[in-house]
T-cell receptor, first 109, second 114 residues
């Protein structure tokens, strides 16, 4: 079973930052937080992952709270092509990925 | 483009039939994963192979089987097909199955059972 809770849907205006929250209150010390997205029936796409420090790459930023019970994926300047289902997953090394229902992000013009 | 290829892209077949889906992992990736995504079930992990050996099993039916060949490509065999097997089937690959890693997904095979 997925160990995360995400809002089922969110809207964001094009050009604005999209902030996608994820609750993982039962996360253990060695579990990483991963984010993937799936654009309309395409294969899921890896975005970013982190353990406890904030992370940034060319796609997004990941902010993990100090107690690690929640995190936020930030798309700094959302475009229409960012419309997708975003999955937050927690896993420890050796475990397989468990995808929950995710958040359906709609970027509006 | 993730570097993972899957064939065929679409497959339409009848109930009771058998089909084979094929996956080629990214160059250098030793681990292959299969997932099923149907409308009412979300993305479900089926099975994982690492360097030719089965590594983990998820919600894979007994009618389904898979294997990974010496050249690291993998095939998912679905037999005695039922209407409920209609779904998107994704293959993913990763460098190795331990610790911290990302999985890279292929474009999927859409199976329709009529």
């Amino acid at each position: 079973d997925a160990k995360t809770t995400q809002p089922p849907s969110m809207d964001c205006a094009e050009g604005r930052a999209a902030n996608l929250p994820c609750n993982h209150s039962t996360i253990s010390g060695n579990e990483y937080v991963y984010w993937y997205r799936q654009i309309h029936s395409q294969g899921p796409q890896y975005i970013i992952h982190g353990l406890k420090n904030n992370e940034t790459n060319e796609m997004a930023s990941l902010i993990i709270t100090e107690d690690r019970k929640s995190s936020t994926l930030i798309l700094p300047h959302a475009t229409l092509r960012d419309t997708a289902v975003y999955y937050c997953i927690v896993r420890v090394g050796g475990q397989n990925f468990v995808f929950g229902p995710g958040t359906r992000l709609s970027v509006l013009p | 483009d993730s570097g993972v290829t899957q064939t065929p892209k679409h497959l339409i077949t009848a109930t009771g039939q058998r089909v084979t889906l094929r996956c080629s992992p990214r160059s250098g990736d030793l681990s292959v994963y299969w997932y099923q995504q149907s409308l009412d079930q979300g993305l479900q992990f089926l099975i994982q192979y690492y360097n030719g050996e089965e590594r983990a099993k998820g919600n894979i039916l007994e009618r389904f089987s898979a294997q990974q060949f010496p050249d690291l490509h993998s095939e998912l065999n679905l037999s005695s097909l039922e209407l409920g097997d209609s779904a998107l089937y994704f293959c993913a690959s990763s460098v190795m199955p331990g610790l911290v890693y990302e999985q890279y997904f292929g474009p999927g095979t859409r199976l329709t059972v009529t």
